[in-house]
């Protein structure tokens, strides 16, 4: 049974460096979450995302501020490697702002940025600066005329919604953009996604809003991105959660990585512990996990809680540990390479891949 993933082909769109759609890597990104005011902070934000593999930046446009702070970001080389979208909402004047500030791209809902007159504008803006729009339609801002054209049908106003503004775009002439129509429902956002990928072809952002916590949100999103993903569809993800920004960019990954859809860091098999397990290995797990999470090479990482079962499955992993009842062994590709204290493990765990990475 042949279960690789065929891709829908969608057309391709720039967005700052990179280019998306048409077959191009399935973008992951995220949003910052620290406001303008703590800049060091946010800075610090952006260059954990960044490290973390974070392809795409979304930043909340506020207000007159906001501009001149992501104006000075972008001339500082913040947004030299990873494109940045500026997230606006209502204020179809800080659009047109941020994309004279060197924004790469603008999010607006054309719904509620002032109508269709006000978004031409944004349209034209973006035209002269050769950037990108990314039309998201959300399952909470629906047009009302357009709900109660669909009976209060969400499904079927976010893909009309979705429709009326791309249609607008093409007659604007403007074709660099995509589309994002998130619903917090699984099923909605399965639906909506699913009949916008049969009726137009331009580049999708997958996710689900407001999805949650980190182990709530990464498993909703999972479940609805997960089915769209595996039909060919979606450009660029991603996972919402109520956490630090990073958590969503790694969340993005272990998916794609899951369906083999890209190949990225590292991927940790840990076993889930039982009577065996003679040390802390929730614990050391969690640090394996903060030591590597800016890896961007392909790793397969075993950390499992005995010798029974360590060793075989430590087999597929490039390195692994494995606690027995003093020491811990240290593996690489299944075969045991030494044995060390439990108090040195991190230590040792952590020369060993240094010496695998370089
Ligand atoms: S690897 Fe060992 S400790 Fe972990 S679940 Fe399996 S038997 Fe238990």
Do not use: W
Not at 34 to 50: A, G, P, Q, S, V
Not at 60 to 68: L, Q, W
Not at 145 to 150: A, C, E, G, Q, R
């Amino acid at each position: 049974m042949d279960l690789r993933i065929k891709r829908k082909l969608t057309k391709e769109i720039t967005i700052g460096q990179k280019k998306l759609g048409a077959g191009n890597p399935i973008l992951v990104q995220s949003m910052t979450k620290t406001r303008f005011e703590n800049l060091d902070l946010l800075k610090n934000e952006i260059m954990d995302l960044i490290n973390a593999g974070c392809e795409i930046i979304r930043i909340a446009i506020t207000d007159k501020n906001s501009i001149s702070y992501i104006s000075s970001l972008i001339k500082e080389g913040f947004f030299k490697e990873v494109p940045l979208v500026a997230d606006v909402q209502f204020d179809s004047e800080l659009a047109i702002l941020a994309l004279e500030a060197g924004a790469d791209c603008v999010r607006i809902n054309p719904g509620n940025i002032g109508g269709l007159k006000k978004t031409s504008e944004i349209i034209k803006k973006a035209k002269e600066k050769k950037a990108c729009i990314r039309i998201g339609v959300n399952s909470g801002s629906i047009d009302k005329k357009i709900l109660k054209k669909t009976q209060n049908d969400i499904r079927l106003a976010m893909v009309e919604s979705t429709l009326e503004y791309v249609r607008f775009f093409e007659r604007m002439q403007f074709y660099n953009f995509k589309i994002s129509a998130k619903a917090s429902s699984v099923m909605d956002s399965i639906y909506v996604y699913k009949t916008l990928s049969e009726k137009l072809d331009y580049p999708l952002h997958l996710g689900i809003t407001e999805a949650g916590s980190r182990f709530e949100g990464a498993i909703k999103s999972t479940a609805g991105l997960a089915v769209l993903l595996y039909e060919g569809i979606g450009d660029t993800i991603r996972v919402s959660l109520t956490d630090d920004s990073i958590y969503e960019v790694k969340a993005g990954y272990y998916i794609l990585n899951s369906l083999s859809i890209r190949n990225y860091g590292v991927n940790i098999i840990s076993c889930p512990t039982c009577g065996r397990t003679k040390a802390d290995l929730k614990a050391i797990a969690s640090e394996i996990e903060k030591l590597t999470y800016s890896i961007k090479k392909s790793l397969k990482i075993a950390v499992m809680g005995c010798i029974v079962n360590g060793p075989g499955e430590a087999k597929e992993a490039d390195i692994g540990i494995a606690l027995g009842n003093k020491k811990a062994a240290i593996f690489i590709k299944g075969k045991i390479l030494k044995r060390v204290e439990i108090k040195d493990l991190l230590y040792e765990f952590k020369n060993e891949l240094e010496k695998l990475i370089n």
